[in-house]
């Protein structure tokens, strides 16, 4: 098979990716400085940081751990507000190579729907909806609550008419109830998953290794529960699109993601050891599919063989 008859466009339902990756958001900052050393165009999007109505200040450091095995943050989603955000990022969009999707936070569905319109206007391809932030009202995480996480999806779609990603948490039980209550509420597809709760101690210090002490967990380590969480969605709801992500820095991570149901990969933590962690994995996956005589990546998506 020659070099050009590997097809590695994907589809999130009626939206095409030039290629199956997405730079995770929060690892690529505003995407902008990203650009200069990462590289995008091998990208089919990149998400730009979480922004909020208003300007978060994001917890006091120690924000930013290493654990042997994966990392921990608790960075409280420290951003400027989206008007901000707006001002400095939307007039430098249209020079990054690739789809950049704005993240919307905030803690009420008005102030997602909000953040969702400017966001909109300032120039991105597509919204997404990070339900791993606390309710307002509750003080629990939307994305544990099916009726939470369809209020701000539903007050999102009447904002944009872009489309849109739910981002969930792995944290969640009823993963698929939740997928599909955002789905009907009118996400266009799920991104599984997030960080996973997770906490370290120094014993010199004794110390937490955040000052929140309770933070996300990323990287290698949590693949297999994203990996766990894709192929329920997949299995239960298979006409849901699905962004997969948790842990991937290898072609092959990025492979099993879309053997178990995922139509894009995200790439997060792997950014941080190797910003240019996309072009080897984008390698890799054009080599297994001309080892295995594919010629769309659309092909691979949801190919497990059962037993
Ligand atoms: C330092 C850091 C900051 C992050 N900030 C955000 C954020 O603002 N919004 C969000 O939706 N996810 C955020 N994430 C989560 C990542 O987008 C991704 O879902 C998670 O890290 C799992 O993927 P990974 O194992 O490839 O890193 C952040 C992750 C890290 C490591």
New binding site residues.
């Given amino acids: 098979m020659s070099r050009s008859a590997v097809d590695l466009t994907t589809c999130l339902g009626e939206y095409t990716l030039s290629t199956p990756l997405v730079a ?4 690529v900052g505003s995407v902008v400085d990203f650009a200069a050393v990462g590289h995008l165009e091998e990208y089919g999007a990149a ?1 730009a ?2 922004v909020s109505g208003t300007p978060w200040p994001g917890r006091t450091p120690p924000r ?1 751990a290493g654990t042997g095995a994966g ?1 921990l ?1 608790g ?1 409280g ?1 420290q951003n400027p507000g989206v008007e901000a955000w707006a001002d400095e990022v939307g007039p430098q969009l249209g020079a990054i190579p690739t789809d950049i999707w704005g ?1 919307a936070v905030g803690k009420d569905a008005a102030e997602f729907a909000r953040v969702a319109e400017v966001l909109s206007s300032a120039g991105v391809t597509a919204i ?1 909806v ?1 339900l ?1 932030c606390p309710n307002l009202e509750s003080g629990r995480m939307f994305a544990l609550d099916a009726d939470a996480s369809t209020e701000v999806i539903a007050a999102v779609r009447t904002a944009t008419e872009l489309p849109i990603g739910a ?1 969930l948490t792995p944290n969640s039980e009823r993963i698929v109830a939740i997928a599909d209550a955002v789905v009907g509420a009118g996400a266009d597809w799920v991104v599984l ?3 996973v709760w997770g906490a370290g101690f120094d014993i010199h210090t004794r110390k937490p290794l955040l000052s929140g002490v309770v933070g ?1 967990y ?2 290698k380590p ?1 693949k297999p529960i994203s990996l766990r969480c894709v192929w329920e969605v997949s299995q239960g709801l298979p006409h849901v699109p699905i962004v997969g ?4 820095s290898t072609a092959e991570d990025a492979i099993e993601y879309l053997i178990a149901g995922a139509s894009a990969v ?5 950014h941080f050891a190797s910003p240019r962690v996309g072009s080897r994995i984008l390698s890799g996956l054009r080599r297994y599919m001309r080892r295995q005589g594919m010629s769309s990546v659309r092909d691979l998506i949801g190919s497990v063989e059962p037993w």
């Avoid at 992500?245 to 991937?248: H, R």
Wanted: net charge positive.
């Fill in positions: 995770a958001c929060g690892t998400v940081k979480s930013l990392m943050n960075i989603i993240s997404e990070n791993s981002k998953g997030n960080t996300g990323s990287g949590i992500l948790g842990g991937v995200g790439i997060g933590t792997a």
